[in-house]
């Protein structure tokens, strides 16, 4: 494992609990920082804070609404004083379905966790970095967003929306010290697998040329990454993680 500068820094890790964002947190504290996990489900991300050891804990949120996401904030400042790095990685998948036949009310809950939830994210971290003059953004989108898998329509939105979002808020930012820049992983076996049909599944890995999906710790690699002060001239970007499934 190539060892990141993260020293001395402190991140927040949205959807920390598991899967990406636990093998994210894991990284980062590897590297020399410290933690806060947010994540809706309480339980675990105490679990999981006391899993990372000393220099990570929790904060519980629903990212989806954002009075949760403002008192989240406030915790974190409270605990940490200060937000080096946000990274947004909660997300849902949503049902596997087509279009036409999508549930308005998933529909919904997908967008309010992938989109608006990332939003409420940046929107109440920002001038927090604005004012330290530095920080880092890292916003997990997806293959799905470049490519529109389908019966995955509010998902594949969701994403690309993201990578615009992050076009738009690093453009925003370049004058400052904070940079912003999204991931788009293909499929990642994490327990985000349970929300989604073996036949979407199977779909996904034959899309990978490498025939096998990613690992959470090839991802946490590159985010690791982005979320130090090495990654200086890379802001709006997006960085493929797909197994050469990426065709842009």
Known sequence: MNQLDFQGRHAVVTGGA????????????????????????????????????????????????????????QATLQRASRIDALVNSAGITGPNTSLWDYPVQAWREVMDVNLNGLFYCCREVVPVMREAGYGRIVNIASVAGKDGNPNASAYSASKAAVMALTKSLGKELADTGIRVNCVTPAAVKTAIFDQMSEQHIQFMLSKIPMGRFGTPEEVAALVGWLCTEECSFSTGAVFDLSGGRATY
Not at 49 to 70: C, N, W
Request: glycine residues 8%.
């Open 18 to 73: 598991t899967g990406l964002g636990y093998a994210i947190a894991q990284r980062l504290i590897q590297s020399g920082g410290s933690v806060t996990l947010w994540d809706r489900d309480e339980a675990a991300a105490a679990e999981a804070a006391l899993a990372l050891g000393a220099k990570a804990h929790s904060v519980p949120v629903d990212v989806s609404v954002h009075e949760s996401v403002q008192a989240a904030v």
